[in-house]
């Protein structure tokens, strides 16, 4: 692993569950069972992008005992995240309805994911909030079978949804999504979406498509986005990214050229930026207030090696 990696990353969001996935055991039921009713099973209730978070004194707390869980009346589905030890961590949505409910009755807080962690609620809990979140998505949108139209069944502790009608078995999905920097020489191109925060520049990013390499969805989306054509492209790291169920795969990008063409639709600025101004938007000092995403999201990481490396980070 490049060592630039070791320190940073700590703060990268969402990576580093210490939960036990248990991939081999999801349809051994009597042990899940088991997993449930032990005493230190925990829940993460979810409506949507909302968490439930439970008020303890100051604490706002993410992990819900079966008790606190039960009080929020049924959910609508149940999924496995993992084991811590021998207890079993899940996932349940409830409908917005539940949420509110819990809200106005003073006992919990419901806060949408990206708040929780941008405003570092949960940090521990963000690997397994975002499982849960990105899991229970794909059931929400999934309940009927896409070969043949008939209800399908939940099954391996929520990790496949099955058809009683035709057998076909539907496996959870996560979208890969190219997240990259171009960089020429002792610069880079930064850009803004018109979804971000005012002043916030960014790394370009888009979805991979069927049938094509990382590498390549890295040089069609640059050269889509800003004209540019890249030549090298330099694997740094990758992040699961839950909105709604995304991986983000990082890279740094050299441009073979630097005229910029840029797509108006999907930006609304991109420029290249000398390194000596991106470590002052890192370092929150920029003259203008320009910065970039903060550490917990994958593209704070990438601008940040280019910051400290230049162009080695393409080596
Ligand atoms: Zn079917």
Not at 9 to 14: A, K, P
Not at 55 to 64: F, I, P, Q, T
Not at 299 to 305: D, L, N, P, V
């Amino acid at each position: 692993m490049n060592e630039i990696l070791t320190e940073p990353l700590i703060s990268l969001g969402y990576v580093g569950s210490t939960l036990d996935r248990i991939a081999e055991q999801r349809g051994n039921t009597a042990l899940i069972m088991k997993a449930m009713a032990h005493a230190d099973a925990r829940i993460h209730a979810l409506a949507g992008d909302v968490i439930l978070l439970k008020k303890r004194g100051e604490k706002l707390d993410a992990l819900l005992s079966p008790a606190e869980a039960r009080s929020l009346g049924d959910p609508i589905e149940s999924v496995l995240i993992g084991l811590k030890g021998e207890a079993a961590h899940t996932g349940i949505s409830v409908s917005p309805e539940t949420a509110e409910r819990a809200k106005a009755g003073g006992e919990f807080a419901a806060i949408d994911l990206r708040s929780v962690a941008v405003q570092g609620l949960a940090n521990e809990h963000l690997p397994s909030l975002a499982t849960a979140k990105a899991l229970l998505m794909w059931h929400a949108q999934h309940g009927f079978c896409a070969k043949c139209g008939a209800k399908t069944k939940i099954e391996q502790a929520g990790w496949r949804r099955d058809c009683g009608n035709c057998g076909a078995t539907h496996f959870p999905r996560t979208d890969p999504c190219v997240i990259m920097l171009a960089i020429d020489n002792d610069r880079c191109l930064l850009g803004r979406s018109p979804r971000f925060l005012p002043n916030m520049w960014s790394c370009l990013a888009g979805f991979v498509e069927p049938g094509e390499s990382f590498e390549e969805a890295v040089r069609r989306e640059t050269f889509e986005e800003s004209g540019l054509k890249i030549g090298r492209v330099s694997y740094f790291a990758s992040q699961p990214w839950p909105f709604p169920m995304s991986v983000m795969i990082g890279f740094h990008a050299e441009a073979k050229t630097t005229e910029l063409n840029i797509d108006w639709k999907e930006l609304e600025g991109a420029r290249w930026f000398a390194r000596d101004e991106v470590k002052l938007m890192l370092a929150g000092k920029h003259p203008d207030g320009l910065f970039v995403p903060p550490p917990i999201a994958i593209a704070h990481h990438i601008i940040r090696a280019f910051a400290e490396k230049g162009s080695r980070v393409l080596d």
